[in-house]
């Protein structure tokens, strides 16, 4: 039971590149999401995906896309990179039931836009 | 105002003293609350989840919820340098739904 992961563990692009980012998990939740995290910034939310199928905006989803490939895997697009776009990205997945909503992340991709 | 907001430290507490963390938020309507503890370089895990008012304590760690006071903490009994890390609070707007607010996360630092 691997829980969340992703891939790559580190990237180095140049501005103007694309890349996709994927995540995975095996603990058969429903809901996934993507973050990124920036130092003094915390966690923001890009997009989630509270079901297969769908797919929502967050705080800061302007440059990237998402796909939820199927119940097991979400991913996220850089189409064309932007230094700002330098971060830590966390992908973590939930079952959100009546009252609960516990979240577990992926060990991360680090990310540099060069 | 930020949703959530939390005491960014660094805070320093002897070994074997009680760390006390704490976490404000602005939503009255927040239903889900929770705790991720956050080593350097490394994801987020998920320590403490607290639903209703009062105290929920698992092994050293206890967490308490006020709604009224719109206020979380999370208490640390004999601090280990083990728990040496970043504490993000966390918090559902809505009972049941998808998305999480984090504060910027308090650095804690046990002193041996």
């Known amino acids: 039971n691997a829980g969340v992961t992703q891939t790559p563990k580190f990237q180095v692009l140049k501005t103007g590149q694309s890349m996709t980012l994927q995540c995975a998990q095996d603990?058969?939740?429903?809901?996934m999401y993507w973050y990124r995290q920036d130092p003094g910034m915390g966690l923001r939310l890009i997009y989630y995906?509270?079901?297969?199928?769908?797919?929502d905006k967050g705080e800061v989803p302007n440059g990237y896309n998402v796909s939820r490939l199927n119940k097991r895997e979400f991913s996220l697009r850089l189409e064309s990179a932007a230094p700002s776009q330098t971060s830590v990205y966390f992908c973590a997945s939930s079952e959100v039931g009546a009252g609960y909503n516990e979240q577990f992340f992926g060990p991360g991709t680090r990310l540099t836009v060069l | 105002q930020k949703e959530v907001e939390q005491n960014s430290g660094p805070l320093s507490v002897p070994e074997g003293a009680i760390a006390s963390l704490n976490c404000t938020y602005s939503?009255?309507?927040?239903?889900?609350f929770f705790w991720y503890r956050q080593y350097s370089g490394k994801s987020p895990e998920l320590i403490m989840s607290?639903?209703?008012?009062g105290d929920k304590e698992d092994g050293r760690f206890t967490a308490q919820l006020n709604k009224a006071s719109q206020y979380v903490s999370l208490l640390i009994r004999d601090s280990q340098p083990s728990d040496s890390a970043t504490y993000l609070c966390?918090?559902?707007?809505?009972?049941?739904?998808?998305?999480?607010?984090f504060g910027q996360g308090t650095r804690l630092t046990i002193n041996p």
């Open positions: 607290i639903y209703s008012n």
């Open positions: 995906s509270a079901s297969e199928g769908t797919t």
């Open positions: 966390a918090v559902g707007l809505i009972q049941g739904a998808q998305k999480l607010v």
């Open positions: 603990m058969n939740h429903n809901s």
């Open positions: 939503d009255r309507g927040s239903q889900s």
